[in-house]
């Protein structure tokens, strides 16, 4: 089966560090994907990660755990602006790429 | 910077009619797909498209549904008898299909609505 579970709801506070967190099961891996979706609009590519570790990018990293089937979003400095819904994707296999249900992340003052 | 465009933002249909979803993906692009993403509930991938042929497809993507790139720049997403659970937002994406295969590209999306 496919299964990929991230948490539903986040909060944190303006300047602050958070993670998110994805765990998959999926029948094949080819690399795994993190969007950012605000409200009505498309996603929005952030990173794809098909080793293992940790990339980082500006204020955005994104670390893989292949033998655990775990990926992370670390998201640095905090902004208003990042309050947005944070999507965990697998590309199966080929080109059949999974979406897990979001995680909503709001941003406080 | 290139985008990918869709047309039109918004589509109202009756029950039983076809649509037909329109894209134009990044000009360079070779991978091309289609997700769904029904109001509240998580983006779902339809269907992804490789030289000139459906390479994966979802369960999803039953005899209702057909893709299309009729000429270099468009590619299309058919609706044949149209349901009302196909009322959803629909996003075409495109990739590279170099060593960038991986980054999909997202346009704005259609909002299907059915009655």
């Known amino acids: 089966g496919q299964n990929i579970d991230q948490p539903t709801e986040m909060t944190a506070t303006e300047g602050a560090i958070v993670q998110i967190n994805c765990t998959y099961q999926?029948?094949?891996?080819?690399?795994l994907f993190w969007y950012q979706q605000h409200a009505g609009e498309a996603p929005t590519f952030l990173s794809y990660?098909?080793?293992?570790g940790l990339e980082e990018k500006g204020r955005f990293s994104s670390f893989l755990s292949r033998s655990k089937g775990y990926s992370y979003l670390l998201l640095k400095e905090l902004q208003m602006k990042d309050s947005a819904s944070y999507l965990c994707a697998v590309r199966s296999f080929y080109d059949k790429v999974i979406f897990g249900p979001g995680t909503s992340l709001s941003v406080i003052p | 910077e290139p985008e990918v465009t869709q047309t039109p933002s918004h589509q109202v249909t009756q029950m039983g009619q076809e649509v037909i979803l329109r894209c134009v993906p990044i000009s360079n692009h070779l991978y091309f797909y289609w997700y769904r993403q029904i109001l509240g509930q998580k983006v779902e991938f339809l269907v992804s498209?490789?030289?000139?042929?459906?390479?994966?497809k979802s369960e999803i993507f039953d005899d209702q549904f057909s893709v299309e790139r009729p000429d270099g720049s468009n590619f299309t997403l058919k609706i044949r008898s149209t349901k009302l659970e196909d009322s959803a937002m629909y996003f075409c994406?495109?990739?590279?299909?170099?060593?960038?295969?991986?980054?999909?590209?997202f346009g704005p999306g259609t909002r299907l609505l059915v009655l």
């Open positions: 999926t029948s094949g891996f080819n690399g």
């Open positions: 990660n098909v080793l293992d």
């Open positions: 994406a495109s990739s590279p299909g170099t060593d960038d295969q991986e980054t999909q590209y």
């Open positions: 498209f490789y030289n000139n042929e459906i390479s994966e």
